[in-house]
């Protein structure tokens, strides 16, 4: 067991090196970093697909690239390159979380695309689905948005209480399903409070687009007229 | 990377030693063991909550125990005693998955509650909520049982193959949502299928009780009569 949490120490630390480069790189080129993690199924590609559509009525629009680290397959970086977002797919394989290697290996892809950080006013990277293991891993982002939804229960902020206390902004996502699921907002509320009370908290539905306008700021994004 | 790789091979085997003497262990009491897995949120609980309301409608009610793992809390455990299943927590803190160190705790602790092993006819293991660390270790248990709800989405098969692949049965659960999320049945039990050939797969409803019936004989559990 003492083997294990030296190595794992040591692993973080190497990561922790390499998210302070990234860091100051991020800084360096001007780019807002988001470091979006949640549960599987709890709607990140759901978000960015919905914010992607609400900026495009801008005249405009903000330049966005995504990075999106699944264990298989390529489906969510589809999903928002059909939405109008560059995005790299990164294949983690048995890895349970992102780190900054991997983040370093998108960005380089991105280059090769043509996208260059300095072009970018915001990077989003869409962390492997777990709310475990990805809240150790630092990944030089500007601000940390954790997820849950409405139909994941109310204690989940105090079951996995390390990443929702590493979190900036926790948004509760599916809010247009709280009545089907009988979403208990004060108890939700009241957890995240307790165990994150330094975060923003935002209700938002990516379905329904409401709670958008409010989220656009907070990624440093100007909230779009309405046409 | 390579040290990394090497610890994680000698952890697995030590876990494997500890798995094969728990089987044995469980079949010379004549115990059925089902491990749970699924994401934080799909329902691991209410399904066991729900099991255990139909099962007291029975006169002769099977014996039945649960190990729960959170990283922190002990709801489920609360939630499980309060559904009159006896229960015990096992706090990993950090750790994303549960392993057979941890499940030997567990059956100590329910040993000293004065429950053996040899008295129960099925010990629920309710593992930590993650989709993809928990799938290497094995805990020794006759059955694996993977979660995926309604709410989650119907790519989660192909996304976290490894521990679809490793399942013997699949629960879909949440199906009384599946008009409010429209749930797409086609593509996730094509998703499945195509991940974990050889498994059953049953729809499952907590709330409505949908699906307990067919639930229960791949438990090893007599249906309860309908009173």
């Known amino acids: 067991m003492c083997r294990e949490l030296t190595l794992q120490r040591d692993l973080l630390r190497h990561n922790d090196a390499g998210a302070a480069g990234l860091r100051q790189r991020f800084a360096a080129a ?10 599987p199924g709890s709607g990140k590609t759901a978000l960015l697909e919905a914010a992607c559509r609400r900026l495009a009525t801008q ?40 780190e ?51 139909t994941e229960g109310e204690d989940k902020p105090l079951k996995y209480a390390p990443i929702f206390h590493s979190a900036d902004l926790v948004v509760i996502s599916k809010i247009d399903l709280a009545d089907a699921v009988g979403f208990d907002r004060a108890a939700t509320h009241a957890a995240i409070s307790r165990v994150a009370p330094h975060a923003r908290v935002l209700e938002v539905s990516a379905r329904s687009g409401s709670g958008l306008d409010a989220l656009m700021p907070i990624l440093g994004l100007a909230i779009p007229a309405t046409r």
């Open 30 to 39: 001007g780019v807002r970093v988001v470091n979006l993690l949640s549960s």
């Open 100 to 150: 900054c290697a991997m983040v370093e290996a998108g960005l380089h892809r991105l280059e090769h695309q043509g996208i260059a950080l300095a072009q970018l006013d915001l990077l989003l990277i869409e962390n492997v689905g777990n709310l475990v293991c990805p809240a150790a891993y630092d990944l030089g982002e500007s601000l940390r948005l954790v997820l849950v939804s409405t």
């Open 59 to 98: 005249d405009k629009p903000p330049r966005l690239a995504v990075i999106v680290g699944d264990l298989a397959t390529d489906n969510d970086a589809q999903r928002l390159r059909a939405a109008g977002l560059p995005a790299v797919a990164i294949t983690t394989g048995q890895a349970c979380h992102l």
